[in-house]
């Protein structure tokens, strides 16, 4: 039986000191997402930067995406009250790997029945759409 606690000890502070050891040092995937984005600069909003990522986003993504309505995808009103801008910005360069690792866009993807494509822009301009985001509220 005292063999039993002590082991239970030793298991217990095993399970402590790795675990929290390796969380410290671990990128927060879950609030971030996943890809090439590990930090955004966000600073008061910048006029021209808002009017680039509006026209980036009514050419490419408005095939799927409405800003007040969901359509083929989920609408994008009110977005950055919501995720992380580094989360916003990996979903645009980065969704293959979103859709199959992160497990919010894991259950969109299961809600919309379609995976959403990397649509051929830069980290400028998915910098911009981010922009542009922050002026869309949620109606
Ligand atoms: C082919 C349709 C399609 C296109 C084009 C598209 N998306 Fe998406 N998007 C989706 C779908 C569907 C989802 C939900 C996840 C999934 O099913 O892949 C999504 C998810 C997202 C999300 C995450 C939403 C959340 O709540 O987590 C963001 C942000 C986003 N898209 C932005 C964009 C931007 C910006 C563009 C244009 C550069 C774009 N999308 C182009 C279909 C599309």
Not at 44 to 68: M, S
């Amino acid at each position: 039986m005292k063999k039993l606690i002590l082991f239970t000890i030793v298991m217990m502070f095993f399970l402590i000191a790795c675990g929290g050891g390796s969380k410290e040092d671990e990128f927060d995937h879950i609030k971030y997402g996943f890809g090439p984005i590990t930090k955004v600069d966000i600073g008061p909003i910048d006029q021209a930067l808002v009017e680039k990522g509006k026209k980036i986003f009514e050419i490419k993504c408005t095939a799927c995406h409405k800003i007040e309505t969901r359509y083929v995808a989920p609408k994008l009103g009110g977005i950055t009250k919501r995720r992380a801008p580094e989360y916003i910005m990996n979903m645009i360069l980065n969704p293959a790997e979103m859709i199959q690792k992160h497990p919010e866009t894991k259950k969109l993807l299961a809600e919309y029945s379609v995976p959403m494509t990397f649509q051929n822009v830069t980290k400028d301009d998915a910098r911009a759409i981010l922009e542009y985001f922050r002026t869309c509220e949620d109606k």
